[in-house]
Protein backbone atom coordinates (compact mmCIF):
# COMPACT_ATOMS: atom_id res chain seq x y z
CA UNK A 1 0.00 0.00 0.00
CA UNK A 2 1.28 3.28 -0.61
CA UNK A 3 2.04 5.74 1.80
CA UNK A 4 -0.64 8.36 2.38
CA UNK A 5 0.43 12.18 2.18
CA UNK A 6 -1.19 15.67 1.95
CA UNK A 7 -0.91 18.75 0.11
CA UNK A 8 -0.32 21.89 1.94
CA UNK A 9 -0.05 25.01 -0.24
CA UNK A 10 0.77 28.57 0.98
CA UNK A 11 0.28 32.00 -0.50
CA UNK A 12 0.35 30.11 -4.43
CA UNK A 13 0.44 32.88 -6.98
CA UNK A 14 1.04 32.30 -11.20
CA UNK A 15 0.92 35.64 -13.05
CA UNK A 16 0.99 35.44 -16.84
CA UNK A 17 2.39 38.68 -18.25
CA UNK A 18 0.69 41.01 -15.61
CA UNK A 19 -2.37 38.95 -15.18
CA UNK A 20 -2.56 37.10 -12.14
CA UNK A 21 -4.15 33.55 -12.49
CA UNK A 22 -3.77 32.07 -9.30
CA UNK A 23 -3.69 35.14 -6.31
CA UNK A 24 -2.47 33.97 -3.19
CA UNK A 25 -4.26 30.20 -2.43
CA UNK A 26 -3.86 28.18 0.65
CA UNK A 27 -5.03 25.18 0.23
CA UNK A 28 -4.39 21.91 2.51
CA UNK A 29 -5.54 18.54 1.07
CA UNK A 30 -5.58 15.81 3.31
CA UNK A 31 -4.03 12.49 2.67
CA UNK A 32 -6.50 10.47 1.75
CA UNK A 33 -9.09 12.73 0.48
CA UNK A 34 -11.02 13.45 -2.39
CA UNK A 35 -11.23 17.09 -2.85
CA UNK A 36 -13.28 18.06 -5.70
CA UNK A 37 -11.46 21.72 -6.81
CA UNK A 38 -14.84 23.52 -8.92
CA UNK A 39 -15.23 27.45 -9.25
CA UNK A 40 -16.21 28.93 -12.50
CA UNK A 41 -14.25 29.49 -16.11
CA UNK A 42 -11.00 30.85 -15.62
CA UNK A 43 -10.86 30.71 -11.61
CA UNK A 44 -7.62 29.78 -11.51
CA UNK A 45 -8.33 25.64 -11.42
CA UNK A 46 -6.03 24.65 -13.75
CA UNK A 47 -3.23 26.71 -13.56
CA UNK A 48 -3.07 25.95 -9.76
CA UNK A 49 -2.91 22.10 -11.09
CA UNK A 50 -0.01 22.86 -13.65
CA UNK A 51 1.70 24.83 -10.70
CA UNK A 52 1.52 21.58 -8.52
CA UNK A 53 3.09 19.79 -11.19
CA UNK A 54 5.57 22.31 -12.61
CA UNK A 55 4.17 23.26 -15.98
CA UNK A 56 4.12 26.82 -14.82
CA UNK A 57 6.24 28.71 -12.77
CA UNK A 58 4.57 29.86 -9.60
CA UNK A 59 5.43 31.51 -6.42
CA UNK A 60 4.58 30.65 -2.56
CA UNK A 61 5.11 27.08 -1.11
CA UNK A 62 3.45 23.30 -2.29
CA UNK A 63 4.66 21.26 0.04
CA UNK A 64 3.82 17.08 -0.98
CA UNK A 65 4.16 14.95 2.39
CA UNK A 66 6.54 17.71 3.48
CA UNK A 67 8.61 18.24 0.78
CA UNK A 68 9.23 21.17 -1.30
CA UNK A 69 7.65 20.79 -4.81
CA UNK A 70 8.24 24.34 -6.22
CA UNK A 71 11.59 24.88 -8.41
CA UNK A 72 11.53 21.23 -9.02
CA UNK A 73 11.31 20.28 -12.43
CA UNK A 74 8.17 18.21 -13.89
CA UNK A 75 10.09 15.32 -13.88
CA UNK A 76 11.31 15.31 -10.57
CA UNK A 77 7.73 16.11 -9.59
CA UNK A 78 6.41 13.44 -11.82
CA UNK A 79 8.77 10.99 -9.86
CA UNK A 80 8.04 12.31 -6.21
CA UNK A 81 4.30 10.28 -6.56
CA UNK A 82 2.39 12.73 -8.49
CA UNK A 83 0.54 12.22 -11.58
CA UNK A 84 -2.41 13.99 -13.50
CA UNK A 85 -4.50 13.46 -16.77
CA UNK A 86 -5.72 16.45 -18.77
CA UNK A 87 -9.33 16.96 -19.99
CA UNK A 88 -8.49 14.82 -23.22
CA UNK A 89 -7.24 11.37 -22.35
CA UNK A 90 -4.07 10.92 -23.90
CA UNK A 91 -3.72 7.40 -24.51
CA UNK A 92 -1.22 5.46 -26.78
CA UNK A 93 -4.87 4.71 -29.57
CA UNK A 94 -2.40 2.41 -31.80
CA UNK A 95 -1.47 0.32 -28.31
CA UNK A 96 -2.88 -1.83 -26.47
CA UNK A 97 -4.33 -1.46 -23.06
CA UNK A 98 -1.57 -3.76 -21.74
CA UNK A 99 1.08 -1.86 -23.72
CA UNK A 100 -0.28 1.45 -22.44
CA UNK A 101 -0.02 0.38 -18.76
CA UNK A 102 3.51 -1.55 -19.51
CA UNK A 103 4.75 1.92 -20.74
CA UNK A 104 3.58 3.42 -17.98
CA UNK A 105 5.05 1.00 -15.50
CA UNK A 106 8.30 1.11 -17.23
CA UNK A 107 8.73 5.36 -17.32
CA UNK A 108 10.87 5.16 -14.38
CA UNK A 109 12.78 2.14 -15.66
CA UNK A 110 15.81 2.30 -18.39
CA UNK A 111 15.55 1.60 -21.82
CA UNK A 112 16.93 -2.08 -21.62
CA UNK A 113 14.48 -3.27 -19.16
CA UNK A 114 11.98 -1.77 -20.77
CA UNK A 115 12.37 -3.49 -24.18
CA UNK A 116 12.99 -6.88 -22.42
CA UNK A 117 10.58 -9.50 -22.99
CA UNK A 118 8.80 -10.33 -19.68
CA UNK A 119 6.75 -13.17 -19.23
CA UNK A 120 3.21 -12.55 -18.33
CA UNK A 121 1.20 -9.20 -17.10
CA UNK A 122 3.33 -7.56 -14.13
CA UNK A 123 1.48 -7.42 -10.83
CA UNK A 124 1.00 -3.79 -10.34
CA UNK A 125 -0.32 -4.00 -14.29
CA UNK A 126 -2.56 -6.54 -13.67
CA UNK A 127 -3.90 -4.73 -10.85
CA UNK A 128 -4.19 -1.65 -12.11
CA UNK A 129 -6.15 -3.37 -15.13
CA UNK A 130 -8.72 -4.70 -12.21
CA UNK A 131 -9.05 -1.48 -10.42
CA UNK A 132 -10.36 0.68 -13.25
CA UNK A 133 -12.20 -2.67 -14.99
CA UNK A 134 -10.32 -3.09 -18.01
CA UNK A 135 -9.04 -6.92 -17.62
CA UNK A 136 -11.17 -8.00 -20.61
CA UNK A 137 -9.91 -5.16 -22.79
CA UNK A 138 -6.16 -5.90 -21.60
CA UNK A 139 -5.28 -7.13 -25.38
CA UNK A 140 -7.87 -4.14 -27.33
CA UNK A 141 -6.44 -1.53 -29.20
CA UNK A 142 -6.56 1.57 -26.79
CA UNK A 143 -8.12 3.79 -29.53
CA UNK A 144 -11.25 1.39 -29.66
CA UNK A 145 -12.25 2.05 -26.14
CA UNK A 146 -15.32 3.69 -25.09
CA UNK A 147 -14.45 7.38 -23.96
CA UNK A 148 -14.74 6.59 -20.32
CA UNK A 149 -12.50 3.39 -20.74
CA UNK A 150 -9.91 5.81 -22.07
CA UNK A 151 -10.25 8.36 -19.01
CA UNK A 152 -9.86 4.82 -16.61
CA UNK A 153 -6.90 3.46 -18.56
CA UNK A 154 -5.06 6.50 -17.78
CA UNK A 155 -6.21 6.24 -14.16
CA UNK A 156 -4.56 3.26 -14.74
CA UNK A 157 -1.57 4.56 -16.05
CA UNK A 158 -1.04 6.40 -12.79
CA UNK A 159 -1.97 3.75 -10.70
CA UNK A 160 1.27 1.79 -11.81
CA UNK A 161 3.13 4.39 -11.40
CA UNK A 162 2.36 4.34 -8.34
CA UNK A 163 1.31 7.84 -7.83
CA UNK A 164 0.34 8.82 -4.50
CA UNK A 165 -1.64 12.35 -5.53
CA UNK A 166 -3.76 12.40 -8.79
CA UNK A 167 -4.83 15.52 -10.26
CA UNK A 168 -7.73 14.82 -12.57
CA UNK A 169 -8.97 17.69 -14.60
CA UNK A 170 -12.53 17.16 -15.63
CA UNK A 171 -12.78 13.32 -15.44
CA UNK A 172 -16.00 12.84 -16.14
CA UNK A 173 -16.57 14.99 -18.86
CA UNK A 174 -18.55 13.54 -22.05
CA UNK A 175 -19.33 10.81 -19.89
CA UNK A 176 -22.75 9.11 -19.74
CA UNK A 177 -24.45 8.53 -16.31
CA UNK A 178 -23.06 4.64 -15.93
CA UNK A 179 -19.61 5.77 -16.77
CA UNK A 180 -19.64 8.93 -14.29
CA UNK A 181 -21.01 6.48 -11.58
CA UNK A 182 -18.82 4.15 -12.07
CA UNK A 183 -15.82 6.83 -12.20
CA UNK A 184 -16.92 8.03 -8.79
CA UNK A 185 -16.39 4.82 -7.12
CA UNK A 186 -13.42 3.98 -9.12
CA UNK A 187 -12.29 7.55 -7.30
CA UNK A 188 -13.88 6.74 -3.67
CA UNK A 189 -11.50 3.71 -4.14
CA UNK A 190 -8.10 5.09 -5.24
CA UNK A 191 -8.24 7.17 -2.30
CA UNK A 192 -8.49 4.86 0.08
CA UNK A 193 -4.88 4.56 -0.53
CA UNK A 194 -3.60 7.68 -1.93
CA UNK A 195 -4.95 11.16 -2.43
CA UNK A 196 -7.02 12.11 -4.58
CA UNK A 197 -7.71 15.90 -6.24
CA UNK A 198 -10.41 16.39 -9.00
CA UNK A 199 -11.02 19.72 -10.51
CA UNK A 200 -14.63 19.52 -11.80
CA UNK A 201 -17.61 21.50 -13.86
CA UNK A 202 -20.72 17.99 -12.74
CA UNK A 203 -22.12 19.46 -10.05
CA UNK A 204 -23.98 16.36 -9.65
CA UNK A 205 -20.75 14.05 -9.84
CA UNK A 206 -18.96 16.61 -7.22
CA UNK A 207 -22.45 16.33 -4.83
CA UNK A 208 -22.51 12.69 -5.14
CA UNK A 209 -18.29 12.05 -4.85
CA UNK A 210 -16.83 14.91 -2.96
CA UNK A 211 -15.74 14.40 0.25
CA UNK A 212 -14.42 18.23 0.59
CA UNK A 213 -14.46 21.08 -1.51
CA UNK A 214 -12.70 23.96 -2.29
CA UNK A 215 -14.54 26.61 -4.52
CA UNK A 216 -12.29 29.23 -6.98
CA UNK A 217 -12.86 32.55 -8.00
CA UNK A 218 -10.50 35.05 -9.43
CA UNK A 219 -7.34 33.01 -8.73
CA UNK A 220 -8.67 32.80 -4.92
CA UNK A 221 -10.14 30.24 -2.77
CA UNK A 222 -13.77 31.45 -2.02
CA UNK A 223 -14.74 28.97 -0.06
CA UNK A 224 -13.95 25.56 1.56
CA UNK A 225 -15.91 22.68 3.33
CA UNK A 226 -18.10 19.78 2.71
CA UNK A 227 -20.57 19.64 -0.01
CA UNK A 228 -23.35 20.58 2.27
CA UNK A 229 -20.66 23.71 3.83
CA UNK A 230 -20.38 25.54 0.21
CA UNK A 231 -24.13 24.97 -1.15
CA UNK A 232 -25.04 26.98 1.69
CA UNK A 233 -22.40 29.64 1.49
CA UNK A 234 -23.58 32.82 0.08
CA UNK A 235 -20.61 33.80 -1.28
CA UNK A 236 -20.59 30.47 -3.33
CA UNK A 237 -24.43 31.23 -4.57
CA UNK A 238 -23.05 34.90 -5.70
CA UNK A 239 -20.89 33.47 -7.73
CA UNK A 240 -22.93 31.12 -9.82
CA UNK A 241 -26.21 32.71 -9.50
CA UNK A 242 -24.30 36.34 -10.54
CA UNK A 243 -26.20 38.59 -7.77
CA UNK A 244 -26.34 37.87 -3.88
CA UNK A 245 -27.87 35.35 -2.13
CA UNK A 246 -31.27 36.77 -0.76
CA UNK A 247 -35.04 35.09 -0.39
CA UNK A 248 -35.57 32.90 -2.99
CA UNK A 249 -32.37 32.73 -4.38
CA UNK A 250 -31.00 32.00 -0.53
CA UNK A 251 -32.70 28.40 -1.20
CA UNK A 252 -31.86 27.88 -4.43
CA UNK A 253 -28.79 25.33 -4.62
CA UNK A 254 -25.11 24.89 -7.19
CA UNK A 255 -26.00 21.80 -8.30
CA UNK A 256 -29.31 23.15 -9.28
CA UNK A 257 -27.77 25.41 -11.27
CA UNK A 258 -26.94 23.88 -15.07
CA UNK A 259 -24.11 24.36 -16.99
CA UNK A 260 -21.76 26.02 -14.42
N1 LIG B 1 -0.66 30.33 -20.48
C1 LIG B 1 -1.49 31.33 -20.16
N2 LIG B 1 -1.23 32.59 -20.56
C2 LIG B 1 -2.08 33.61 -20.25
N3 LIG B 1 -3.18 33.47 -19.52
C3 LIG B 1 -3.50 32.23 -19.09
C4 LIG B 1 -2.66 31.09 -19.39
N4 LIG B 1 -3.21 30.00 -18.81
C5 LIG B 1 -4.34 30.43 -18.20
N5 LIG B 1 -4.50 31.74 -18.37
C6 LIG B 1 -5.58 32.57 -17.82
O1 LIG B 1 -5.64 32.35 -16.43
C7 LIG B 1 -6.98 32.34 -15.98
C8 LIG B 1 -7.25 31.03 -15.25
O2 LIG B 1 -7.31 29.98 -16.21
P1 LIG B 1 -7.53 28.46 -15.79
O3 LIG B 1 -7.48 27.67 -17.05
O4 LIG B 1 -6.60 28.11 -14.70
O5 LIG B 1 -9.01 28.51 -15.21
P2 LIG B 1 -9.95 27.30 -14.87
O6 LIG B 1 -10.56 27.62 -13.55
O7 LIG B 1 -9.24 26.02 -15.00
O8 LIG B 1 -11.05 27.45 -16.00
P3 LIG B 1 -11.87 26.31 -16.80
O9 LIG B 1 -12.86 25.80 -15.81
O10 LIG B 1 -12.50 27.08 -17.92
O11 LIG B 1 -10.89 25.28 -17.27
C9 LIG B 1 -7.86 32.54 -17.20
O12 LIG B 1 -8.22 33.90 -17.27
C10 LIG B 1 -6.95 32.16 -18.34
O13 LIG B 1 -7.28 32.84 -19.51
Known sequence: MSELSGLEIRGLR???????????????????????LIGPNGAGKTTLV???TGLVKAQGSVLFGGAELLGRSVHRIA??????????????????VLQNL??????????????RRRKGVPEPVARALETVG????????????????????????????????????????????DEREATGELL???SEERTVVVIEHDMDFMRSFA???????AGRVLSEGTVAEVQADPRVQEVYLGH?????????????????
Request: proline share 2%.
Open 188 to 190: EHI
Open 102 to 115: DIAAGAGRGMLTML
Open 244 to 260: AAGGAVASATVPEVGGV
Open 134 to 177: LTDQADSLAGTLAHGQKQWLEIGMLLVQDVRLLLLDEPVAGMSH
Open 50 to 52: DAV
Open 211 to 217: RSVSVLH
Open 14 to 36: VSFDGFTAVDGVDLDVTPGDLRF
Open 79 to 96: RSGIGRTFQTATVFEELT
